[in-house]
């Protein structure tokens, strides 16, 4: 039987669905035509080579086109050891049981740049501190103490201040940072209080910043955000210029301070451009950074102060950084907590009334969603958050002056010579001007903080112990219970040392390879490391259960 023929679907429409159809078509083609337009033309320019009136025209061919050459050369070459890399790699995991005197070179070459980060990991980084401060301080004229104007005596070093009196012909200059942080009367007296001392002035670092060769597009509205205008910058930019005009040639000044204090955000409002890398970590400026302003002045950036652990409690808790140092942040907080005013606490935070800490990181934690597995309020990260927002740049506390205090490394003589230099007229109507410009909060919207006072540092190499950083110590058990684990529950230390001492060659040298991404954990902060032995204890508690 013959197939009957399908009919095809006519393609007629009606006139309002193919006028509507030719209308969106139009309007997609002005749209492209518009983009094209704002874009511009990106048609790649054609070189026109060296014309032939330019002198030494052979010779720039010449040279064009050995460079040419070496390029080429260079991307042979390094796509020969790639190629070698990876025929090595592809051995080792095919063939693991290879022998010690193969295993070497290949471990040479793969783990060349890992060896160089593990050996400087395994340096203690207090130590590289301390030599770069030195550095910074022997290599200024001028040393700018950078100030957290919520607690600017806490964020003072009498080691380091003691250090750069000692020094010679040095000027010490305080600045006080974060000055939007604090009620006006309370930045007032702590301004009239440090200037009878030494020069101050008072500031406030612009935090968002272009980055260098990049252009970015600022709205009209941004700029009226506070963390876009700058204040204090043209007071600083004048006691510089007018110092540099008496000491008769060029300058050099060092910034330095305690952690998160805005010593690198300074730098940056100074320069109007993100030179200095900043963030909300604490201690990411690691070395000495020379960044020159002009031809006169050049600014130095310098890592940041190394605590004492002779220090209380709370000073401790406010200028620990966590890259270096070990900090747990549920006994930080709690200090932190001690040492504020509680009424103001409870209004801040809304949350309700407590009677110590823990209440108050489980009302915190359900005011701000942290929850575990379960529902249960999560209080250790309720914590790990109040200690953050507090070593941050954003919430508003403040601290009282001393009535009389003077400290024991100043005398009149020196005050005057530290003073001497400077315009100070000009310093304290532009410190007026700067705190008329700064919105501050108000006083009642703030937490009182009760100051610790001086905060001891260590810059001298031989107050440092030789040890490696404590992070190392939680790894390590958390590393023994799990082998305990894999192995038989009657086993004790002497036959796991046995097994270690009969274990091949091959082995041997099969272990010793991941130690260098063991040293690599070493320079995490401590809250990863908290979290991974956590895991790990988890982890050995599930396995014994089936044992």
């Known amino acids: 039987m013959k197939r009957p023929k399908l009919k095809k679907a006519s393609k007629r429409m009606t006139c309002h669905k193919r006028y509507k159809i030719q209308k969106k078509v139009r309007e997609h083609h002005r749209k492209l035509r518009k983009e094209a337009k704002k874009r511009g033309r990106k048609k790649p320019r054609k070189d026109l080579g060296v014309p032939n009136s330019a002198p030494f025209k052979e010779a720039l061919l010449r040279e064009a086109e050995l460079r040419k050459q070496r390029l080429e ?10 190629q070698k890399e990876q025929d090595k790699k592809r051995r080792l995991e095919t063939d693991p049981a290879v022998e010690l005197s193969n295993m070497e070179p290949v471990k040479e070459e793969f783990g060349q ?34 100030l957290d104007a919520r607690d600017p005596l806490g964020c003072r070093c009498p080691q380091v201040e003691e250090a750069i009196v000692k020094g010679g012909q040095k000027k010490l ?131 940041s102060f190394i605590v004492s652990p002779l220090n209380s409690a709370i000073a401790l808790a406010l200028r620990s950084p966590a890259s270096i140092e070990v900090v747990k942040p549920m006994e930080a907080a709690s200090t932190i907590l001690s040492h504020a005013d509680a009424r103001q606490v409870i209004l801040k935070f809304t949350v309700p009334d407590f009677k110590n800490s823990l209440e108050f990181f489980t009302s915190f934690a359900q005011r701000r969603g942290l929850h575990q597995k379960g529902g249960s309020p999560n209080v250790e990260g309720a914590a790990k958050l109040l200690w ?107 036959e796991g040392d046995e097994k270690s001492s009969d274990m091949s060659p091959a082995e041997e040298a099969c272990e010793a390879l991941p130690e260098d991404s063991q040293a690599d954990k070493q320079s995490a902060p401590s809250f990863i490391l908290d979290k991974v032995t956590e895991e790990e204890d988890d982890a050995y508690d599930f396995s014994t259960d089936y044992v």
């Not at 390590?476 to 219970?481: L, R, S, V």
């Open 388 to 494: 953050s927002e507090w070593t941050g740049a954003f919430l508003s506390y403040f601290c009282h002056p001393p009535t009389s205090w003077t400290p024991p490394h100043f005398n009149e003589s020196i005050v005057t010579d530290m003073k001497w230099g400077f315009n100070l007229e000009e310093l304290e109507k532009n410190n007026a001007h700067s705190i008329q410009a700064i919105r501050g909060p108000r006083l009642a919207s703030s937490i009182l903080f009760q100051s610790s006072g001086l905060t001891n540092g260590v810059i001298e190499e031989k107050d440092i112990p030789e040890e490696l950083p404590k992070q190392k110590e939680p790894k390590q058990e958390a590393a023994g219970d799990y082998e305990d684990v894999n192995t038989d529950q009657e086993c004790v230390d002497e």
């Open 73 to 82: 050369e260079l991307k042979q070459q390094q796509k020969l050891d790639r």
């Open 173 to 303: 200059v305080l600045v006080l940072n974060k000055s939007d942080l604090v009620p006006k009367e309370n930045l007032e007296n702590w301004l009239s209080y440090l200037t009878k001392e030494l020069p101050t002035v008072v500031f406030k670092a612009s935090a968002n910043m272009k980055d260098k060769g990049k252009r970015i597009k600022v709205k009209k509205k941004a700029a009226a955000f506070k963390s876009e205008v700058c204040v204090g910058k043209e007071g600083l930019w004048k006691l510089l210029g007018g110092f540099q005009e008496t000491y008769g040639k060029a300058i050099h000044v060092g910034v330095i301070g305690f952690p998160n204090v805005g010593k690198s955000s300074i730098i940056n409002s100074l320069k109007q451009e993100r030179i200095c890398n900043v963030g909300v970590s604490m201690g990411l400026t690691r070395n000495m950074q020379v960044v020159p302003l002009d031809k006169q002045i050049t600014i130095i950036d310098s890592p």
């Open 113 to 146: 740049y890992k060896a160089k980060k593990a050996k400087s990991s395994k340096q203690n980084p207090k130590r590289l501190y301390c030599q770069e401060l030195k550095k910074v301080i022997e290599a200024s004229d001028v040393v700018l103490e950078v």
